[in-house]
């Protein structure tokens, strides 16, 4: 099967904004996923993140396990590995990981929904390195949401004031070489909680999405971004937008037997923003799927749960 992933460039957002809205839109509706290319991501600063979480993941368990809180869920710092279990799934992923999130004073309204970060010491540049990474998947990740809302006919600035203070996470994944005998995928299926994740990194083989009821892979070029639809915009859009469940495949020897390093950022909204179906989403043949609407941090807590981060 031919990509059915389309990348496009991102220098078409300042040239023609409506027309990228649209090809960003239509590639996300077919799939729910999209390839940004020409994107403001540094690939100096992704190369040297991922070197520097090489050298992390690499350290001894004693050291990493002094960043693991397992009361947080996940959220902050290491979680050690086959940790995570996808949603309704029998096996731990195959992975390791470090996620950093928002960084909010004490006083603001938000604090109580978000944990301090925590920044490995043995690594000088770590804090430096991440929170730069952080600020720019941050700010493209706000233009990509503008793009979402002129593609759903809203206002440029439709999500702005509900995705400004976002409880978003910039999680780096090691997927280590994998024994024979171990059961599970690197990520098994699963969908994204969030609005939408933005993937860099991943360019190795393993990624595949589930489309029309076959696993593709999804082949991208290094220092492409990928986009894709999460749960919390398909909801949001009553599945014009879809959530596509995806993996991270371990089933062959080139993948096996060597580390896989990828770096997502997951756009979340403001911890009490309202999910509530999209009118212009909802006619007589597409019915609203979710009548009754949910905060934002409930549905994120539901989810931690389901996946056994909670």
Known sequence: MADIVKTISFDLW????????????ENQKLTGFCGIKDHPIAKELVDDCINMFA?????????KMQYFDKNLGGARGYTPYKTETPKDGNHADLKEFWQMGRDLPLDHRYKKYMFDNFFASEIPEFET??????SSFDQFGDQLMQAIALYLQLD????????NYGNSVLRAIHYPPIASEESGERAGAHGDINLITLLIGGHKPGLEILFENKWVPINTVQNTVVCNIGDMLERYTNHLLPSVIHRVTSHSDQIMDSSRYSIPFFLHPNP????????????????DLYP???????FLQQRLHEINLL
């Open 14 to 25: 300042q040239k023609d904004p409506e027309l990228f809205a649209n090809q960003l839109g």
């Open 55 to 63: 050298d992390f993941f690499h350290q001894n368990n004693q050291i």
């Open 129 to 134: 390195k991440i929170k730069e990474l952080f």
């Open 156 to 163: 440029i600035d439709h999500f702005k004031n509900s995705i």
């Open 272 to 287: 009490d923003w309202l999910i509530e179906t999209l009118p212009s989403c909802i006619d007589n043949d597409h019915p």
């Open 292 to 298: 009754k609407s949910i905060i934002a941090d409930d």
